[in-house]
């Protein structure tokens, strides 16, 4: 039910955001203020986050609100996946995060590799493009879409940096502790599945 409430103030919130940028008359910009006022205390009340961070992270959004984007390299050599260890929880996950404006999905994730595992890598296929509250934990009160890369090893050695702690590949039995809300076991599953299927054909939400 939590994730419901979370999802159906997300909705207001946007649709507030859209009457905000597009209406004219005073009588109805009143209203789409109240309708995201009040989309926020709820995603406050049912995401433990005070209200006045979450009117922060909303306000700084103009215009029509759209998903922000998650861009993971997948990459593999000799049947291991190579993971990161964050340093802001000290759990493993595919090099990647936000994409970055004026650069392609391949730049994004070549840039991510580079910075947080040290790795020259080459983008070879998209394995899919997931709504990220439909499989990652705990639920974003932002709408997030996650996509993975399969990429190539070419070389690289982990650099010191604020990101990440470590650098290391994995088999996929013997994953460590994984940044759930960053990825799974079965989306590093999904990945393994492209690297190993020709006909892989890319997943969509």
Known sequence: MQSKWIKWASEMQ?????????SKDKYDLDRFNQLKDL???IISEYTDVEVEK???LFDSEVGYLTPKVDVRGAVIKDNKILLVKESNDGLWSMPGGWADVNLS???NII???KEEAGADIIPKKLV?????????KPVSIQSIYKIFVLCDFVDGDFEENTET????????????????ARNTKEQ????????HKEDFEAIFD
Do not use: T, W
């Open 39 to 41: 989309s926020q205390e």
């Open 54 to 56: 979450v009117r922060n």
């Open 188 to 195: 590093i599953n999904m990945c393994f599945d492209a690297y």
């Open 165 to 180: 702690e470590a650098s290391q590949f994995f088999e996929l039995d013997k994953l460590p502790s994984l940044s759930e």
């Open 14 to 22: 946007s649709i507030a955001q859209a009457g905000l940028a597009y």
């Open 128 to 136: 899919a493009v997931l709504d990220r509250n439909k499989h990652n």
């Open 105 to 107: 999905v391949s730049e």
């Open 111 to 113: 840039k991510e590799a």
